[in-house]
């Protein structure tokens, strides 16, 4: 089983999906939540808050892919959310998955 995570991160909300995919490449249906951007101060923060809310840890995902609306230039995001060195906390949480 191989487990995926996928978001938006936007000014109001982030929007995030777990999906499992089968050893015969069959896809589970995923699980989807939405989180108000503002009640994080990070991307680690608020993927963190949905590993636990989909009742897994950080060592039974596989990889994390998440879009962001605007430009992110030296490790930090010009987006409306507050969420602050958004690539830089993005590759930690992909170095804990693995």
Do not use: W
Not at 40 to 52: E, G, H, Q, T, W
Not at 69 to 96: E, K, M, Q, W, Y
Request: net charge positive; glycine share 10%.
């Amino acid at each position: 089983m191989v487990r995926y995570i996928a978001g938006d991160v936007g000014g109001t909300n982030t929007r995030l999906i777990l999906v499992e995919v089968g050893p015969n490449g069959q896809e589970s249906k995923g699980i989807t939540k939405r989180y108000a951007s503002s009640d994080f101060k990070s991307l680690d923060d608020v993927v963190a808050l949905f590993i636990k809310d989909v009742g897994l840890s950080l060592g039974k995902v596989d990889a994390l892919c998440v879009a962001v609306a605007g430009p992110v230039t030296r490790g930090a995001d010009d987006v409306t959310c507050n969420f602050t060195n958004l690539v830089r906390l993005s590759f930690h949480l992909i170095f804990l998955f693995r």
